[in-house]
């Protein structure tokens, strides 16, 4: 797939914001010893794991649901490439015995259930550990969730790591099962398949976001409100977290690539520097609406600046115009004895009169000025 497809450029769309997410801290306590496992925050305590187990190659195909280590033992050391997906990381006495089953250092599992960190690859010669964020779009809230996923890459199996359950691998599944293309290659274009997988969700959370910038922006040209200040700082504060979360990752790629480690083969470094070229598009997306709507802060400004200034110019031509017009009320309100037009029998309507003078010729030379 080129990377000129998977460009998509923002639509004007829904009202709205990224939503806030749950900024954890590290779960690790301190003076605990290196590879502590402990449950992340946020995680689904009590509720075990869900496993499921893809075994295939280019003529077999198996799948099936385990809930104990003991069905995922068997194929640890088959002919076939096997992944294996763990939905849920409450369970770390599980997580560790899978670590132990499958040769995985304490401190990778440590990695695994520490949520909070960025994007990184560790090369440890007979497994390669991957740790990146898995970006969904829900459209009920209009929030973007943000996950991490931990892959590990062996010889001959894949073993995912996420914080709950539903992800952006289905059409990674149905290829799979639909003896594609996939059940030809090993585990590092199985690893690819999810990487990629992950990567092109970030174009539809950037198309959804782009949606939301652009109406914000259209908003604030035309009605800036106390309301969309605190829409743009929340947004702004979106975008920070989302560049955390994505910048590392090209670092990831690349390592990957690059690698010398024999579990990656040279037919899939092809494939690898097509997700780095998409990693790359998405974090120029990611900046160009950081730019946005660091923007839009100004354009709050200047629009509450100018609402202000044409209060402030009304208020001054109301104040310009009853200026003379106090004057003369404020001559004739004086108590002397001798003012002849306080005995004029029209000198009412005279005052009258010459005030709707000033008041006119007031108005027309502020028309001839474009004051008003």
Known sequence: MSSHSRVRSPRNGREGV??????????????????????????????????????????????????????????????????????????????GQIGKCFGIHPLILESILNTAQRPRMEDLESYIYVNLKMLQYLETGRKVKIEQVGLIIGTNFVISFQEDVGD???????????????????????????????????????????????????????????????SIHTLKKEMIYLRKSVWPLREVISGLERSDNSLIRDSTRIYLRDVYDHTIQVIDTIETFRDMVSGMIDIYLSGMSMHLNEVMKVLTLIATIFIPLTFIVGIYGMNFDYMPELSHPYGYYGVWAVMILVIATMLIYFRKRQWI
Request: net charge negative.
């Open 168 to 230: 952006v691998f289905d059409p990674v599944r149905e290829r799979i099962r639909k003896d594609g293309r996939i059940r030809k290659f090993g585990t590092d274009y199985l690893a690819y398949a999810l990487i990629d997988a992950i990567v092109d969700n970030y174009f539809i959370v950037m198309e959804s976001l782009g949606e939301q910038v652009e109406l914000l922006e259209e908003a604030l040209a035309t009605n800036p409100s106390r309301e969309m200040l605190l």
């Open 18 to 95: 990224a939503g806030e997410k749950d900024r954890r801290r590290p779960g690790r306590k301190a003076g605990l010893p290196p590879g502590t496992l402990i449950p992340p925050p946020g995680s689904r305590e009590g509720l075990p794991p869900v496993i499921t187990i893809l075994d295939y190659d280019a003529n077999t195909f198996q799948e099936k649901t385990a809930t104990t280590l003991d069905e995922c033992r068997p194929f640890r050391d088959t002919g076939t490439v096997t992944w294996i997906n763990i939905d849920g990381l409450s369970d770390v006495t599980l997580i």
